[in-house]
């Protein structure tokens, strides 16, 4: 069956620090993966995918297939960060949620 | 930016009653989805709709559940009888084609509560 994983349902880390959010999935096809933040009050906005290997707010991501691993990086993390982060796996025409991780950065 | 946007931001509904959750997605969008999250789980695929048609639904979108695109912008979920399971925020989504290249843009969310 499709999942997406994400261990850690919340994340704190110092202003400064690097962050990594875990994700995880399970698919037998072409995986295709993105990531979703959510700023508090705010919609699901597409933050990364991993097709276009993108740098967006200083955040990376890359797929390890034999690890079965999307994980969301970035070297310093900044106070504006905090947010809910979502891993999605696509599959057919729908996204495959992850139960998100809520990331606060700590001043 | 364009965004797809909702209506209303929030919905209180006795039991029973029927629920029209309002969508408009973006406007050169082609696919539109319908997305729920019951509070503190996953947001959970709901029905995919593309072409004037359903073209993938999930479990969770049975016969009390149906989508319409009555115009050229809009996109609709009903609820016909709803359960107090039904309380969720709901999401609409919209994206141009299918995969990586495309991806799904969401609206604000439909906070619907069903006393």
């Known amino acids: ?107 | 930016e364009p965004e797809v946007t909702q209506t209303p931001s929030h919905q209180v509904t006795q039991m029973g009653q029927e629920v029209i959750l309002r969508c408009v997605p973006i406007s050169n969008h082609l696919y539109f989805y319908w997305y729920r999250q019951i509070l503190g789980q996953k947001v959970e695929f709901l029905v995919s709709f593309y072409n004037n048609e359903i073209s993938e639904k999930s479990e969770i979108f049975d016969d009390q559940f149906s989508v319409e695109r009555p115009d050229g912008s809009n996109f609709t979920l009903k609820i016909r009888s709803t359960k107090l399971e039904d309380s969720a925020m709901y999401f609409c989504a919209s994206s141009f084609g299918q995969g990586g290249v495309q991806p799904q843009h969401f609206g604000d969310g439909t906070r619907l509560s069903i006393l």
């Open chain 1, 1 to 107: 069956a499709q999942r997406v994983t994400q261990p850690e349902k919340l994340l704190s880390v110092f202003k400064g620090a690097p962050v990594e959010l875990k994700c995880n999935y399970s698919y037998s096809g072409s995986p295709e993966l993105f990531w979703y933040v959510q700023y508090s009050r705010q919609r699901l906005q597409l933050l990364l995918r991993h097709i276009s290997r993108e740098s967006i707010k200083g955040f990376t991501a890359d797929l390890n297939k034999g690890e079965t691993s999307f994980h969301l990086k970035k070297p310093f993390a900044q106070e504006e960060d905090s947010a809910m982060y979502y891993c999605a796996l696509r599959v057919a025409q729908k996204l495959v949620f992850g139960q998100g991780t809520r990331l606060t950065i700590n001043p």
